[in-house]
């Protein structure tokens, strides 16, 4: 009986005594403590990386959808671009500390970790494409060392996005281009050849008794017609894009001077124009009465049959009623016409131009006109002619470099195809 009492007693001094309670409580909860603190910031650290991947995935989605539609990239070739998009992107926010060997380590994990898939639908009738575009990617993103007390070394973050364009036409289409060559489309633009920024220049370095040609290298700047010629092929293109096996579009041209020259008729796709425009000089005065007459004449001209030629053309090929666009540019003012030169046949020649300006947007045909670096008599007899502006639409463009001049036609060309791109996830 007294050894039980012992025991008894032995037992009860031994709960009672509080004084190693603390450490045991602070070696099971200390881990705890920093471990929850360590999965806060971890949380914060997942939460931005999920939002920096989808920022990036978000932008390859829409990059290989435009580069599709705007640039006629191949399926695979724009797979290629959507996953180094999400490479590049990802680099930037994600690795910005990391070692080179790290950052080799990454990317070759981010490669591995991020598809693109790409499915392409052609329109029942015609030859519009839609695209959908669907990028994912998946990270492990290491956590931080209080995090791993709890026995867990990374954590994956995964988003998907998608993207939806389409090279849509429609509506099929006919468009004639009308295009200054008189002799200051010959001049020099105030951009600089990004190719051969420089070019020679023969000079007499000699004296009056004894010349002697001596050359030097001066700043080489896209003129006039060579920075058409660069819209023109941007403008063709993204009707070539949207229109690859020529069912859809018939293009046709002809440009001015002091008369209107040859024409390009219309025709199917945009070869031929392509190189009709490809092929201008500049020279001579200007008039364009004639030529923008010519151009409203083509759209409106009849077969043997007596039947509107474009219509009965776009009929047979694709059974649609095709819109009709003129695209009219100069880059000075009329000052001739009926074959003389004056201020006052300028202003006849201004009169008939925006007659059949008046005709052609009568008949239901969309005007697009360019004034390129012209004085502002041009521009009024232009922006007069355009399609009438609406708040959101461009009919009446004002260029005053290359560059504009390329953008201005750019437009025009995607607003003819109608082309779209947009994130749908």
Known sequence: MAKRSTFLQSCSNLIGDKSGNFAMMAALLVPVVFATGGVAIDMTNMMMAKD?????TDAAALAASSALVNEGLTIEKAKALAKDFVKTQSRNYLSADMTDEAKAAFDLALSSNTTADITEKTAAVGNSKTYTVE??????????????????????????????????AKNALSMFLVLDRSGSMGEDTATINSVSPTKPESYNCGTNNRPKTCTRYVTNYITKIE????????LLLELKTADSTSTLVRTGGV????????ESPLAWGVTGVSSYVGNLTATGSTD???????????????????????????????GQVPKKYIVFMTDGENNYYDGKQSAANGDKSDTETLDYCTKAKTAGFTVFTIA?????????LLDACATDDT??????????????????????GEKASEVTVRLTQ
Do not use: C, W
């Not at 920096?52 to 990036?56: E, I």
């Open 52 to 56: 920096q991947l989808q920022d990036a």
């Open 372 to 380: 390129f670096m012209a004085p502002d008599r041009g521009q009024k």
């Open 391 to 412: 708040t959101t639409e461009k009919y009446y463009f004002a260029a005053e470099d290359a560059d504009q001049l390329n953008l201005a036609f750019k437009y025009i």
């Open 227 to 234: 920075a058409l010629k660069t819209a023109g092929a941007s």
């Open 135 to 168: 990028v994912s990617s998946k990270l492990d993103l290491p956590l931080n060392a209080l995090t791993r007390l709890l026995g867990k070394e990374t954590v994956e973050i995964s988003t998907v996005s998608r993207s939806l364009s389409s090279t849509e």
């Open 288 to 318: 364009s009465s004639a030529a923008f007459k010519n151009s409203y004449n083509s759209l409106l001209a009849k077969n043997s049959a007596g039947a509107l030629k474009e219509e009965a053309e776009h009929k047979l090929k694709n």
């Open 255 to 262: 440009s001015y001077n002091n008369t209107m020259q040859a």
